[in-house]
């Protein structure tokens, strides 16, 4: 059950890989990466800033919280922070379960949670200046079907 918050590039499939190596206590393993996109061909690059220390404790939380709901055999989550480009990659989570629903399921309520609820700020910088990125409805309405499940 790891936490990483780190600013240098993870290597997907080593990290994919070295968390699938050897399971035999799941029959599921489901992987998730989040890119950084540019949606219209402007942006230049991301920062994304957090507070050390806090930032960690908030996700291990809901980490914990996700291996307890879905019974989790093991899950992992990294998200970069710091300057990133276009195509990059900005985060990564992998769950590992009995069944394939409870493994799925748990990687969709962690990437709600941080698409949503983690304590990052994300600022984009495009030709015509620079603009923090405001929380979407749509990322709401996703986490707010995990509190109805409860």
Request: aromatic residues 10%.
């Given at each position: 059950?790891?936490v990483?918050v780190?600013?240098?590039?993870f290597?997907?499939?080593v990290?994919?890989?070295a968390?699938a190596?050897?399971?035999?206590?799941?029959?599921?393993?489901?992987t998730?990466t989040g890119i950084v996109?540019?949606t219209?061909g402007t942006l230049d690059?991301?920062v994304i800033e957090h507070?050390?220390?806090?930032?960690e404790r908030?996700?291990?939380?809901?980490?914990?919280?996700?291996?307890?709901?879905?019974?989790?055999?093991?899950?992992?989550?990294?998200h970069?922070?710091g300057e990133?480009?276009?195509?990059?990659m900005i985060?990564?989570?992998a769950?590992?379960?009995?069944?394939?629903?409870?493994?799925?399921?748990?990687?969709?309520?962690?990437?709600d949670?941080l698409?949503s609820?983690?304590?990052?700020?994300?600022?984009e910088?495009?030709a015509?200046?620079?603009?923090?990125v405001?929380?979407?409805?749509?990322d709401?309405?996703a986490?707010?079907r995990?509190e109805?499940?409860k």
């Amino acid at each position: 059950m790891a936490v990483r918050v780190q600013d240098e590039p993870f290597d997907f499939g080593v990290e994919a890989e070295a968390f699938a190596r050897g399971r035999t206590d799941a029959g599921a393993v489901v992987t998730f990466t989040g890119i950084v996109r540019d949606t219209d061909g402007t942006l230049d690059r991301m920062v994304i800033e957090h507070y050390p220390g806090m930032t960690e404790r908030a996700l291990q939380a809901i980490n914990d919280e996700a291996t307890e709901r879905w019974a989790l055999k093991d899950s992992l989550v990294i998200h970069r922070h710091g300057e990133l480009r276009p195509g990059d990659m900005i985060m990564m989570v992998a769950t590992a379960s009995a069944h394939r629903v409870n493994a799925f399921e748990a990687a969709e309520f962690l990437m709600d949670y941080l698409k949503s609820r983690a304590p990052f700020w994300k600022q984009e910088f495009t030709a015509d200046g620079s603009a923090w990125v405001a929380s979407k409805t749509e990322d709401e309405d996703a986490l707010t079907r995990w509190e109805k499940q409860k």
